[in-house]
C-alpha cells in the first residue's frame, strides 16, 4: 500500500539511551538527563527536522532503589521534572509539540489538569499529556499515604482521572475572564465552572484555576497495551505509544485500537498509533551492527534481569540457569511487554540469558540497526502497510543515535514523501492533524 500522500508522526523519545548499556558507550552523554541546555540544543534540532513532538517518559520514582547493584548500574529514573523542563524548552522552540507523562496512580487529577494546562498556555498550545498508569510500586513508595494499586483497580481508577481533567478543562471557555473594569466583572460565571464530580476515586468541586486552552484541548497519549491499557487508550487517546517488535503483531494492535475507537463513536483517523523505534546508524550496515554488538558486550545481566522482572509483573527469575531455554511464566504474569518476551522466547527457543539481552536492548520495541536506508525502508514499510501512524525514535546511545536519525534517516524519509517538510500549523494538535472532538466520557 502507498502513503497517497499521508505523512507520518515522529517523536523524539529523549533524556537517555534507550539501549540498557547505551550509557556506557563513550559517544554517550551521561549527564544529559539533567542538563537543561542539552536538552534545549537537541529540542532545537527536532524542530529544525520537523518532528511532531519531544516526548519525555517518566515516572515518580527511579526504580529498583532497593537493590543497589541493580540502581548503581542504571541510568534510567534521572531526568528532570517534565513539566518545568518542557516549559523551559518552551521558550526556545516554536512549532515544536511538547509530550509529557503524568502517571494517574497516587497523584490527584486536579494538579495534573492545572499543570498540564499552564504548560498549554505558556507553550501556545503545544503539549500532549502522555497518560500512564505506572507499573512500577516504587512510585507507590514515594507517597507516604499511598499503597501499590494492582493493575485492574491502576486502569479504573486512571479512567476517573481522565474524566475529572476532562470536565475540569471542558468547564473552562475563551472569554472566561472578560476584566471588565467599567463594569467591574473580571470572570464570567458561565465560562468558568464547578464540575462537582462525585465519583468512586475522586470526588472534585472545580472550577480549575487556569484558561481555556490555546488549542481547545491539549492532545491526549496513551502508552499500555493490556486489555485494560487498550480500552483507555481507544476511549481517549489521540495518539497512542505502544511496545512492538514485529509487524503482524503490531498491524493487529493498531486495527484492534482502530476498531475499539470506533465502537466509542470516534474517527480511527484520529487515534495515531506510534510505535517506538530504538535506533543505530551506521555509514554501512556493518558498521552500526558493531556498534549494537559492542553495546550488547556492555550489558549487566543482574540489572537487565530487574527490568524484565518488572515487566513480568514481579516473577522471580532469579533461580534460573542463564543458559536454559526461557523458564515457564504463569499465565498471570504475562502481559504487556512480558507477553513480547516470553513470545519471542517460545517461538524462537531463546536462552533466559538471549532474552535478557534482547530486551536490554530494545525493551520489547522494535529495533532498527542499519544504515539510514535501511532504517527508512522498516519505518516506511511499517507506516505504509498499516502498523502504524509514525514512531518515537528511540536513540540507542544519547542524544548521538537520535542525532544521526535528524541529520540522516528523517531527510530519507522525506525525499520518500512520506514525512513533511514543513509544519501545517502552530499548535501541537494542527500539526498533529487531529481535530477537536468530544472524548466519550464515563460518568
Ligand atoms: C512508548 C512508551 C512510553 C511509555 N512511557 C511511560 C512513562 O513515561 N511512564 C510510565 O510509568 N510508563 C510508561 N510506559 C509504560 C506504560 O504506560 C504502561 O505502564 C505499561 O505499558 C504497562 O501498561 P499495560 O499493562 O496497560 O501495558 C510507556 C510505554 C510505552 C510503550
Redesign the pocket.
Known amino acids: 500500500m502507498a502513503s497517497n500522500g499521508r505523512k507520518m508522526k515522529l517523536g523524539g523519545?529523549c533524556g537517555g539511551s534507550y539501549h540498557q548499556a547505551g550509557w556506557r558507550h563513550p559517544a554517550a552523554d551521561t549527564a544529559f538527563a539533567q542538563d537543561i541546555n542539552a536538552w534545549i540544543a537537541l529540542a532545537k534540532k527536532l524542530e529544525a527536522a520537523k518532528f511532531d513532538m519531544i516526548?519525555?517518559?517518566?515516572?515518580?520514582s527511579p526504580s529498583d532503589a532497593e537493590i543497589p547493584e541493580v540502581f548503581r548500574y542504571s541510568s534510567a529514573g534521572n531526568n528532570l521534572e517534565p513539566m518545568t523542563l518542557l516549559a523551559a524548552i518552551s521558550q526556545h522552540t516554536t512549532h515544536l509539540g511538547l509530550g509529557?507523562?503524568i502517571?494517574t496512580s497516587y497523584r490527584p487529577p486536579y494538579d495534573a489538569a492545572r499543570e498540564v494546562l499552564s504548560l498549554d498556555v505558556i507553550s501556545g498550545g503545544r503539549v500532549g499529556w502522555?497518560?500512564?498508569?505506572?507499573?512500577?510500586p516504587d512510585?507507590a513508595a514515594q507517597y507516604a499515604d499511598q499503597a501499590f494499586v494492582p493493575?485492574e483497580e491502576r486502569?479504573a481508577r486512571g479512567e476517573e482521572f481522565i474524566d475529572v481533567v476532562l470536565k475540569l478543562w471542558a468547564a473552562l471557555e475563551p472569554g472566561a475572564y472578560p476584566r471588565d473594569k467599567d463594569g467591574g466583572i473580571y470572570k464570567d460565571t458561565d465560562k468558568i465552572r464547578m464540575i462537582h464530580h462525585a465519583g468512586k476515586y475522586y470526588n472534585v468541586r472545580g472550577p480549575l484555576k487556569g484558561i481555556a486552552s490555546p488549542q481547545e484541548r491539549p492532545l491526549l497519549i496513551?502508552?499500555?497495551?493490556?486489555?485494560?491499557?487498550?480500552a483507555?487508550a481507544s476511549r481517549v487517546a489521540e495518539a497512542i505509544?505502544?511496545?512492538q517488535s514485529n509487524f503482524e503483531p503490531a498491524k493487529a494492535f493498531r486495527d484492534d485500537i482502530r476498531a475499539r475507537a470506533a465502537v466509542w463513536g470516534r474517527d480511527p483517523e484520529h487515534v495515531k498509533v506510534?510505535?517506538?523505534v530504538v535506533i543505530v546508524v551506521g555509514e554501512s550496515r556493518q558498521e552500526a551492527e558493531d556498534k549494537w554488538a559492542e553495546l550488547e558486550g556492555l550489558i549487566d545481566l543482574r540489572s537487565a534481569r530487574a527490568r524484565l522482572e518488572l515487566?513480568l509483573k514481579g516473577f522471580d527469575l532469579s533461580g534460573y540457569d542463564l543458559d536454559a531455554p526461557f523458564p515457564e511464566v504463569p499465565e498471570e504474569s504475562i502481559?504487556?511487554?512480558g507477553r513480547t518476551h516470553v513470545e519471542a522466547a517460545k517461538r524462537e527457543g531463546l536462552t533466559l540469558r538471549q532474552v535478557l539481552i534482547r530486551s536490554s536492548g530494545s525493551n520489547?520495541?522494535l529495533s532498527a540497526v542499519g544504515t539510514a536506508r535501511d532504517i527508512a525502508d522498516v519505518i516506511q514499510h511499517w507506516f505504509e502497510d498499516g502498523a502504524c501512524d509514525g514512531f518515537?525514535l528511540?536513540p540507542a546511545i544519547n542524544p548521538l543515535s537520535l542525532e544521526e536519525a535528524i541529520d540522516k534517516v528523517v531527510p530519507e524519509l522525506q525525499r520518500r514523501g512520506i514525512f513533511r517538510t514543513e509544519y501545517e500549523g502552530k499548535t501541537l494538535r494542527e500539526n498533529f492533524g487531529v481535530p477537536m472532538a468530544p472524548i466519550p466520557l464515563l460518568g
Open positions: 523519545f516526548f519525555v517518559a517518566d515516572t515518580a509529557a507523562t502517571p502522555n497518560i500512564v498508569t505506572g507499573i512500577s512510585d493493575q486502569y496513551q502508552a499500555g497495551q493490556s486489555p485494560e491499557g487498550r483507555m505509544f505502544t511496545a506510534m510505535p517506538g515487566a502481559v504487556s511487554r520489547a520495541h518515537n528511540m
